[in-house]
Every structure is written in C-alpha cells, then in structure tokens.
C-alpha cells in the first residue's frame, strides 16, 4: 500500500511539470510575430555636408539599427561569455540552470530569479511583463522554446543586442556605442565592448556616466570571464583591464543646430516623410555646422552691438528731456528685436548656415524660413539690374529730384511725395552712384523712365510674386523672408544664373537613397550684365551705405535695406562664392531705433560673419573674376565697366591741328 502511495506520488511530481505546461500551452496564443518580423522604431540622423552630425530624432526610444553582420564578434563573444555561456548548444532555455535556480528559490523562498537565456531575455523585454512570478516564467520558457523554431541564433543576437537597453536613454548596442565613446562599432575596443555587455543586468546601476567604477568593476568581471573561457589571451586581458575609457555624457538628441533640424523636419514631413521620428533616416544636409555657428555668432555679436548703442541712445535721450523737459522721447523698446541670417553657396544654392533668431532657446521661430518683411532698398538692385539689361550702364544719367505723384484709392484722391534718406537732391547722378547711395528719388524716376509695365514684365524672370503694381515697387514694398531674397540674389552673386536654395543632399534609410536633391536653375542675365551689377554692388560695401559689411581680405558685393520708420534692417551680399542675407528688425512690426539702419545694424553681423568664413577657409576664393566681354573705361579718373549690351558712351576724337591728312 505504502509502496502504491509513493509510486503515484512520484508520478505526479514527475508529470506535474508536464501537465503545468499543457495548461499554459491550451491557455495561451504564444505569438512571435512581432520578433520574427522585428522591425522596432529607429532614430533618424541628421548630418552637415561634411558628415557631421547635426543632431538625432526619434519618438520614444533613441535606437541604431546594427545588422548582425555590423556586429564585432568580441560583442558576440563577450556577452555570450557572460549571460549564457550554452547559447549555441540549448533549444531556447537551459535546463540545469532552470533546475539550479528553483532549489535557491525553494531555499530562499522568492520570486523566481535568474537561469534566463539570452532569448528568454529577449522574449521578456519585447513579449512580456516584468512581474517576478512563476507563470511569467513558464510563459518566458514556452515562448523561447518556439522563437527559436522560428529564427536562427544569429538572428536572436541580432535582435538581442538592437533590442536591450543600454542605460542613458540608450537603446541597442550601436546606439550605446555612438552615445557613451562616439564610436561606430567596429572601433570599439574589447574594454569598451565588455561596458557595453555588461549593461543590461543593471542599467542605471552599471551606467559609466553615473557610476564610472561600477561600471569598469562589472566591465572587468566580462572581461575575467573571457579570459577564464579562453576567449581573450593573458596580455588582451591585462591591457583591458588596464584601459579606463573617455565616457560622453551627451543629451539623446545632440541637438547642434536646432533651427536646421526643425526646417529639415519640416521638409521631410512636407514630402510625405511622416515617420521621419521612427524610420530610422540618414539625412544628409548642405549645411556646414562650422559656419552654421559663424553665423549664430555673427548675429549674436551685431544685436549686442545694437543694444550697446541703444542704450547709449537712451541716455543721450534722457539728458536732453532734463535740459528740454518739452522734448519728447523717443520710445526704445529692445524686447522685441530679433534677426536672421541665412548664407549659401552661390553656385549650387546649397544653404551652408541659417539662423532663425538671436537665441533659439528664447523664441524658435525661424525668421529666416518663416518670416515675410519688405526688403525696403536692399531690393533696388533688381530694378537697376532690369536697366542694365536694358542697355543702361553705371555712367547712365538719372535725374534725382523730388516729385509729387497723385493717385487715387478706394475713391479718394491721394498725393505720395517720397524723398531721399538724406533729405536732400542732387539733380544728375550716375546709376552706380544712385544705387551706391541708394538715392530713393533717382530710382523711381528710373522705374518712371523705363516704364512701370516694362518693369513688371522683366520682372517675370526673376520669378518674384506679389509685386505691387504701382511704384511703390522702387522702395521695395514687398514682403519677402530671407531666404526667398537669397534666392532671388543668386541671379547677381551667380553670373546671372538664379538657383534654387537647398537644405537637404540626400537621405537614405536601410542603405537605400530614397531622397537626392535635383539643382533647379533658371538663366537672368549675361554674366557681363550681371558683373556690372556685382561692380556696383561692390562699391556699396567699399564705398556706400554698406561700409559695416566690409572685411578685410576679401572681396564683398551687396545691398543695404531700411524700411519706413527703421521697422526692417537688411543688408543682402554675397563674396565671389557665399551669398548671405541679414534682417534684423521688432517681432511686432513696431520701428526699431531711429538711428539703426540695415548698414548698421545687419551690416556688422555680415561683416563678422566673413570675418570667421576666412579665418575657418583661408584658401576661399577672394576675388571676382572678370567676364569676357567686359570692356573697362576709365571717366572722370573712375573706372567704369561696360559690355556689347550696356555699351560706353561715345567719345568724340581730338584732331591733331599737326597731323597731316592723307588722302
């Protein structure tokens, strides 16, 4: 009887681990699918034309995808040497390690610990809870065992090590690599392999840029443990255990250039690319991030330049009210002045900066992208490039003086008397010098002499919309941002060839390009017409109202731009190969100081900016190259450029009362 009692005890303890399996079999629909078909949320990355990175993007989790053959086998080695030595031998789950495991639990009387196997870890990070208790265990053991009915145990450490979590926000072995030693994985050495192996037991306890020694002690047990396999030899050992790794404590998204990232984001999701956080881009960019700081420094250094003179404004201000209580003060508000700057290469249209504010962390609002101001003079050389093309050149006569032009609007008769910034005329003065000076009186009287309907239609090419059919259009009453200036002044720093601006390269996403950039260009005018333009652009930085902008060593070309009451402060320029663009101005339309100006204000920002592009390429083209065709001719002890289009004045020829003629 006894002997009955304990064989049928025997028999169910020995069926009892079967029949507790077959419940949970029947009970549960064990789908791998979604390791099977593995294809988790990955981290786009954003470069600058040099590959570079700018920053990265991502949803919820920061992931690098590393295909299996991407991995080092040290990486395989290492972890295998200390999470489950049998990987390559068990079915999924280890048997005696299961066994070892449940007399310490029956001993200690706790939740179930240890034994699991690198694909039971993986099953329980992607399938299941973390609840410590038995029922997780065998659900983790009966979904291991068909994983892998399913992949291959390479394909389990694939996605194993894409999978964990790695500490810092860092999810995947690639993504740690790249975040704690700015490493791909083929450089890591084996001491920085074994942090890396040895983070997933304890994330945050084992993380070198918390705990550096904890996490070198835990580095070097995977690394004793190799060397105990046979794995590593006596002097890899050594040495490893020697080596202390430079850890990066960097924010997830290593955001450098945020208006860059947020305007390729834009793009990007404008182009139907909506998983742009999630699908794991490789966005190449035509920006330069060392010049991308050159201009945010560049725009930094001239608004502080403005507030310095503010306030020396205000004071000169207040001490007038004290001698003149009468007088009235001119209201300095500064809290709301901002700037832009955008600069590219003016033969491929590639943006190679573009700052959108003063401080992005203040307002993120890209001024340069977004932004619609008139671009008051800084929009003349349009109309003066439309003379030229017309045969004009920058000895043509304009006649500046003042006129009373009446109009009517909305049934009611309106006078407009517009004037000069200085408030005075000259009579007759030469193109070159009109637009030197920005002489507002001398250009509308040149819109009036080649025809307003005229000039609208050559407008055309340009491609500039909006235009206002009056004329206006001489004081440049358009609203533009500046990067739709930039583009339109590619026509004069291009040799008449306008491009289009780009921000983008290329993109690839799992080793195919799924975006290329396509240069769109579009012919203007004559590269001679368009250098008799640039000479005169040329002369406004050397000798005009863009004096600010100038810097020494290197050849500059451009245009100042004040709007009615200083409400905008442009100066638009570009050197033999960077075009850049500059606004400063009040968020609310509001007029800035009376005094600050576009040469003054935008002209320092453009002129430190070249500053820094020098000292950063030296080797820079400096000069602009002269077009053949170009006939030069000195008037007035002046040299001044002509072309077969806008051709030289005549000259009558002095006769020689002793020459004698011979017939």
Known sequence: MIKKIF????????????????????????DVSSLVDYKPATTTRIYDKNGDKIANLFDKKHRYYAPFDEIPPRAIEALIAIEDTTFFEHPGINIDAIFRAAIKVIKAGSAVEGASTITQQLVKNVLLTREKKLSR????????????????KEEILERYLNEIYYGHGYYGIKTAADGYFHKKLEDLTL???????????????????????????????????????????????????????????????????????????????????????????????????????????SLKYAYDLSLKRIEGYREKEEQRFEKDPEYKIFDINTTLLNG??????SKSGDILALVGSVDYKKSSYNRATQGRRQPGSAFKPFIYQVAVDLGYSGATKLVDIAKTYEYEKNGEELKWQPRNYEKNYKGLISLRESLIHSRNLATINLVNE??????????????????????SISLGTISLSPLQLAKYYTSFANGGIQVEPHLINYVEQDGYRVYQKREKTKFITEPTQAFIMTSILRDVVDRGTGRRASAKGIELAGKTGTTNNNVDGWFAGYSPTIETIVWFGN??????YKKETGGRIAGPAFSNYYKNVLKLYPQIQRKFEIPEGIIEVVIDGKKEFFSEISKPPRVEAEVDPQEELLF
Do not use: C, H
């Open 340 to 345: 832009a700057l955008v600069s590219l290469d």
């Open 450 to 471: 080649i025809g307003l309907r005229q000039l609208l239609n050559e407008f055309v090419k340009f491609g500039i919309k909006n235009l206002p059919p009056d004329l």
């Open 7 to 30: 064989l049928t005890i025997l028999l169910l303890g020995f069926l009892s681990p079967f029949l507790v399996l077959g419940y949970f079999l029947v009970q549960y629909d064990y």
């Open 191 to 297: 001491k920085e392999i074994a942090i890396l192996v040895g983070l997933p037991k304890a994330p945050s306890t084992y993380a070198p840029t918390k705990n550096y020694e904890i996490s070198m002690g835990r580095a070097n047990r995977v690394v004793s443990r190799m060397f105990t396999l046979g794995w590593v030899d006596e002097a890899q050992y050594e040495a490893a255990l020697a080596e202390n790794p430079e850890i990066f404590d960097d924010t997830l998204t290593q955001n450098k250039a945020p208006f860059i990232v947020d305007e390729v984001t834009r793009r990007m999701v404008a182009n139907g690319m909506d998983d742009i956080k999630t699908g794991g881009y490789e966005i190449y960019t035509t920006i330069d991030l060392r010049l991308q700081k050159a201009a945010k420094d």
């Open 587 to 592: 968020d609310d339309n509001t007029p800035m």
């Open 137 to 152: 265990k065998i659900k983790e053991a009966i979904y291991a065992l068909k994983l892998e009915t399913f992949l291959t």
